[in-house]
């Protein structure tokens, strides 16, 4: 185990064949999918020379990566199987052109938006077809031996074409999109922090097409919730009415719960939001494109309607004024007015 406190330096990986000569490119995706993913036979009308890209993060308890490639098929066979199994499951989130896939005896075609959860211990056949578009698809990697689910739910689970349109589904989509736009730079301890949400997330939305979130355990219960509040809460700062008695009503649960729950977090609820609110205001101000707009109205439209008390919030936790940040920034030349 590294130090929690390391750079990770398997955070975000680039990896693409566009070096390669036109007839290494097949054979170096080939084994790329097989060590990243499981051993597969592999076909292509573009095997002469098959673009890839993959960019991909270590997140210790649950791997990211985003494919880029040509059209294709894939086969894994119980040969593949006896030849190294990684004891995995695999939760794809189709991007570019459709997906159809087949996996104990069950079969789906996955249009873009929509997930699909395999089984690397199974048989399977998918076929990317060509349709003018690229193939992309956001594969989330999670070893069965500690993922939440109960394998006979996951094993119900498996070649289903999966909508994300509930809560859960949307907020695993939108990690998917994005998880890779901010691993670069991690610590081990902040990587594994990911890669629990991203388990977590995955267990959540697959219990819920089941009807089965109380089989999760209790705590991956209680970090779900807390992403989904974590989530209003950011959807929300701009409302000044944005409290804890809010949020409670909205989540189905008491204010007392809701403190409970973030009694085992660094920072109670109340913190929670003028944290973010602050940090969204420092953005703003730091922003050059916003130069022209006084501070009053960048903190009013993250919920600080009282000036005096927006400005003592961010020397507190800055150690300057807004406008003395604003001007230190760098990036401001004048002042707007109202700010003087």
Request: charged share 25%; proline share 6%; glycine share 6%.
């Amino acid at each position: 185990m590294p130090d929690a406190s390391e750079k990770n330096p398997r955070a975000l990986m680039s990896l693409s064949n566009s070096a390669l000569s036109a007839g290494d490119r097949f054979a170096w995706y080939s084994d790329l999918v097989r060590e990243n993913i499981a051993p597969f036979s592999l076909a292509s009308a573009y095997a002469g020379d098959f673009g890839a890209h993959v960019l991909a993060a270590d997140l210790g308890v649950a791997h990211v990566a985003a494919f880029s490639f040509a059209p294709l098929s894939a086969t894994r066979t119980p040969r593949h199987i006896r030849s190294g199994d990684p004891e995995t499951y695999q939760l794809a989130l189709i991007q570019g052109s459709p997906m159809r896939v087949s996996q104990r005896r069950s079969d789906a075609a996955v249009e873009t938006g929509s997930l699909v959860f395999i089984d690397t211990s199974h048989p399977l056949d998918a076929d990317f077809p060509d349709m003018g578009r690229s193939n992309r698809v956001t594969m989330l990697r999670l070893p069965k031996s500690s993922f939440p689910l109960p394998a006979e739910c996951a094993d119900r689970m498996l070649s289903r074409r999966l909508s994300a349109h509930a809560v859960t589904g949307r907020l695993l989509c939108h990690y998917l999109n994005t998880v890779l736009d901010e691993t670069a730079e991690l610590s081990w301890a902040e990587s594994y922090r990911l890669g629990t949400i991203a388990v977590d997330l995955a267990a959540a939305f697959l219990s819920g097409h089941l009807d089965a979130q109380h089989l999760l355990p209790a705590e991956t219960r209680r970090r779900v919730l807390l992403t989904r509040i974590g989530a209003f809460i950011d959807r929300n700062l701009g409302d000044p009415e944005l409290t804890p008695v809010g949020i409670a009503e909205h989540h189905h649960i008491s204010v007392r719960s809701l403190h409970q729950l973030f009694r085992a977090e660094p920072e109670t609820v109340a913190a929670t939001i003028r944290r973010r609110r602050l940090e969204r205001c420092r953005a703003d101000l730091a922003d050059p494109r916003l130069s022209g707009q006084p501070i009053g109205a960048l903190a009013a439209r993250w919920g600080f309607l009282a000036p005096a008390e927006f400005s003592r919030a961010f020397r507190a936790s800055y150690g300057m004024s807004p406008r003395q940040f604003r001007y230190e920034s760098g990036r401001f030349g004048r002042l707007a007015p109202g700010d003087k």
